[in-house]
């Protein structure tokens, strides 16, 4: 399983960006996995973004980004895109995306719990 995210930049606040994590060794039409957006501020734990069910395409947002950011699954190309819109300098971040089994991800919220990571790229939201 390898995951590679892009599209990560510096923007303005107020501002948008769309981040894309394009999955391979896995399928989204397939296979039965969770994958997620998790982002990590300097000092600050990585935590959990959003959430999408490769099973069933159910997806969840942590509640600061709620109404702010949306996710699109797209299946032929096994992508994963995150629309971010408003964006607040505390979106400030280098984020991640991640794949786990579903039972994993029921477990909880913790980055810990990932198991298969991207390298990440780097969203910067100035005042």
């Known amino acids: 399983v390898q995951l590679v995210e892009s599209g990560g930049g510096l923007v303005q606040a107020g501002g948008s960006l769309t981040l894309s994590c394009a999955a391979s060794?896995?399928?989204?039409?397939?296979?039965?996995?969770?994958v997620a957006w998790f982002r990590e501020a300097p000092g600050s734990e990585r935590e959990r973004v959003s959430i999408?069910?490769?099973?069933?395409?159910?997806?969840d947002y942590a509640e600061s980004v709620k109404g702010r950011f949306t996710m699109t699954a797209d299946n032929a190309k096994n992508t994963l895109i995150l629309q971010m819109n408003s964006l607040e300098p505390e979106d400030t971040a280098v984020y991640y995306c991640?794949?786990?089994?579903?039972?994993?991800?029921?477990?909880?919220?913790?980055?810990?719990?990932?198991?298969?990571w991207g390298h990440g790229t780097q969203v910067t939201v100035s005042a």
């Open positions: 999408f069910s490769t099973k069933d395409g159910g997806m």
């Open positions: 991640a794949v786990v089994s579903p039972a994993a991800a029921a477990r909880g919220s913790s980055w810990y719990l990932w198991d298969t």
């Open positions: 060794g896995f399928s989204f039409s397939s296979d039965d996995f969770a």
